[in-house]
């Protein structure tokens, strides 16, 4: 390397081994800063659809950054036309930009949409899901497919991945404590380096296990 400054992503892998190292036989849930965060529901933009949308050209404006670095959500929100003509209004864009667009819904705000049903997914895997208009103040478009309940899933990178012994794609529990306490019995792992340890659910799970209340957070193999 031609350069002084150590990258910080080694840094901090090594701030994590040397913690590591010092935890020794410690529970795993003591090892890391586990980030339990309900996601509201939202939109992924395609560059063609935020054209038509938005305006040919138009960059999103990051709004305030998210957990996941590089993530944040815009200050750009589009009006969402469900089957019977119900909406939802400013649903929020997160950026940055994806390859094809995509809108996560919790089921409340399905139902309250129109829809009686719309498929859990991992972020990204929609073959066969369900479309809907969307509206901008450039314009409208109807997406093909893309509305999903995202999947509760854990984001970690290889480090966390290899302290909890998991592995891309497998399942993870997590329990919540509490006077209604939840177990959430699938919550797909997801690794990547980038990621910092984090769990994303949505607001009809945070509300259903009272994630702002929790005190007792554990994340179990
Ligand atoms: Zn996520």
Same mark, same amino acid.
């Given at each position: 390397?031609?350069?002084?400054?150590? /990258?910080?992503?080694?840094?901090?892998?090594?701030?994590?081994?040397?913690?590591?190292?010092?935890?020794?036989?410690?529970?795993?849930?003591? %090892?890391? @800063?586990? +980030?339990?965060? %309900?996601? =509201?529901?939202? &939109?992924?933009?395609?560059?063609?659809?935020?054209?038509?949308?938005?305006?040919?050209?138009?960059?999103?404006?990051?709004?305030?950054?998210?957990?996941?670095?590089?993530?944040?959500?815009?200050?750009? @929100?589009?009006?969402?036309?469900?089957?019977?003509?119900?909406?939802?209004?400013?649903?929020?864009?997160?950026?940055?930009?994806?390859?094809?667009?995509?809108?996560?819904?919790?089921?409340? /705000?399905?139902?309250?949409? *129109?829809? /009686?049903?719309?498929?859990?997914?991992?972020?990204?895997?929609?073959? *066969?899901?369900?479309?809907?208009?969307? &509206?901008?103040?450039?314009? &409208?478009?109807?997406?093909?497919?893309?509305?999903?309940?995202? =999947?509760?899933?854990?984001?970690? $990178?290889?480090?966390?991945? +290899?302290?909890?012994?998991?592995?891309?794609? /497998?399942?993870?529990?997590?329990?919540? *404590?509490?006077? =209604?306490?939840?177990?959430?019995?699938?919550?797909?792992?997801?690794?990547?380096?980038?990621?910092?340890? $984090?769990?994303?659910?949505?607001?009809?799970? +945070?509300? +259903?296990?009272?994630?702002?209340? =929790?005190?007792?957070?554990?994340?179990?193999?």
């Amino acid at each position: 390397m031609h350069t002084n400054t150590l /990258d910080r992503g080694i840094v901090e892998k090594i701030v994590r081994e040397v913690v590591l190292k010092r935890i020794g036989a410690r529970p795993p849930n003591a %090892a890391f @800063t586990l +980030a339990v965060h %309900a996601s =509201a529901r939202h &939109m992924h933009v395609s560059r063609e659809h935020l054209d038509i949308l938005y305006g040919p050209g138009h960059e999103l404006t990051p709004d305030r950054p998210l957990y996941q670095e590089g993530n944040y959500a815009a200050k750009e @929100t589009v009006t969402l036309i469900g089957p019977r003509s119900r909406v939802i209004s400013n649903l929020r864009i997160l950026g940055p930009m994806r390859k094809e667009s995509q809108i996560e819904l919790a089921f409340t /705000d399905a139902i309250g949409l *129109g829809f /009686d049903n719309i498929p859990i997914r991992l972020s990204g895997n929609i073959e *066969g899901t369900p479309g809907a208009h969307v &509206m901008g103040p450039n314009g &409208m478009v109807e997406l093909q497919r893309g509305l999903i309940r995202a =999947a509760i899933h854990v984001h970690m $990178n290889p480090t966390e991945a +290899a302290f909890y012994g998991v592995k891309q794609a /497998d399942l993870m529990k997590l329990r919540i *404590g509490g006077d =209604a306490e939840v177990i959430f019995q699938r919550v797909h792992v997801r690794i990547d380096p980038n990621s910092r340890l $984090n769990v994303h659910m949505d607001t009809d799970e +945070a509300n +259903a296990c009272g994630l702002h209340l =929790a005190r007792e957070i554990e994340l179990l193999k």
